[in-house]
Nanobody, 119 residues
Framework: QVQLVESGGGLVQAGGSLRLSCAASGRTFSMYAMGWFRQAPGKEREFVAKIRWTGGTTDYADSVKGRFTISRDNAKSTVYLQMNSLKPEDTAVYYC????????????WGQGTQVTVSS
């Protein structure tokens, strides 16, 4: 089992930046990929970005391409989400999760961190 703890959320004005962190502990050797997701009030949870733990291949939702960057620090078992040019529609609770096998489901969800972007 992997435990995840997100941090770094907050209130920022439109156009600003935030960096989220997700620290993993436990069976981190079993991680194949890590991902960031978000859920806005009244909406379904949606995919934001993911990164393979080995090799660092990344993938992004169209809505964040060119503005968000996902990265990882293998030594710290931590994944980051650098968010630039933030928009009010980026307001949501951001969660990280782990994928243990290729094409497997994401799980071991963290508690989430709130990001609020004011206009």
């Amino acid at each position: 089992q992997v435990q995840l703890v997100e941090s770094g959320g907050g209130l920022v004005q439109a156009g600003g930046s935030l960096r989220l962190s997700c620290a993993a502990s436990g069976r981190t050797f079993s991680m194949y990929a890590m991902g960031w997701f978000r859920q806005a009030p009244g909406k379904e949870r949606e995919f934001v970005a993911k990164i393979r733990w080995t090799g660092g291949t990344t993938d992004y939702a169209d809505s964040v391409k060119g503005r968000f960057t996902i990265s990882r620090d293998n030594a710290k078992s931590t994944v980051y989400l650098q968010m630039n040019s933030l928009k009010p529609e980026d307001t949501a609770v951001y969660y990280c999760a782990v994928r243990s096998v290729p094409f497997g489901a994401f799980g071991s969800w963290g508690q989430g961190t709130q990001v609020t972007v004011s206009s």
